[in-house]
């Protein structure tokens, strides 16, 4: 009776301790059952763009062009180029898509300031994907304008000091 007593008791200790480890055994079947996609491993990031992003462009791009780190489904992909004023589309065409990017031609663009490149498509592993990209186009320089003025002042400058110069050798040698 004593063993009979002895593996009961035993068999009581042990009841907890495997009802825990089936529980454990089961959430975590469960858990790798209704896991979904890693969607931050799997998103279609933007890996280049022409122009680069947050570049500060002198003069306007003629187009816009965003390569992915995943193969894009073709006719998925909407780029909107918005102007300083957030509401101006500057494209001139449909997107052109190629097998991990997509390009847009541009009108010349309006004033200077910061555009937007807003993207978004599908990658053909099915994942929807979007994203902003942005450059700064930066006022026209005026350089040229400002050369002249300079050329002059500094023309005058030396000539005057030149005049002085002469005036004060030449009274020196009479």
């Known amino acids: 009776m004593r063993e009979t007593n002895g593996m009961y008791s035993l068999g009581m200790r042990l009841r907890p301790l495997l009802a825990m480890a089936g529980a454990v055994l089961l959430s975590g079947v469960l858990m790798l059952l209704c896991a979904g996609p890693a969607h931050a491993a799997e998103a279609n990031m933007l890996t280049t763009s ?24 073709h006719g998925s ?39 937007a490149v807003n993207y978004q498509g599908r990658s053909l592993r099915g994942l929807w994907f979007h994203g902003t990209m942005e450059f700064v186009l930066a006022p026209p320089s005026n350089v040229a304008g400002r050369l002249p003025l300079a050329w002059i002042a500094s023309v005058l400058l030396l000539t005057a000091g030149g005049t002085m110069l002469g005036i004060r050798l030449g009274r020196i040698n009479q």
């Open 50 to 73: 022409e122009p680069p992003a947050s570049a500060t462009l002198a003069t306007p791009p003629r187009q816009i062009i965003l390569n992915f780190r995943w193969r894009i489904r």
């Open 77 to 115: 992909t909407v780029v909107t180029v918005l102007g300083p004023d957030g509401v101006t589309q500057w494209q001139q065409d449909k997107p052109v898509e190629t097998d991990r990017g997509v390009g847009v031609g541009l009108r010349t663009l309006g004033p200077a300031g910061k555009y």
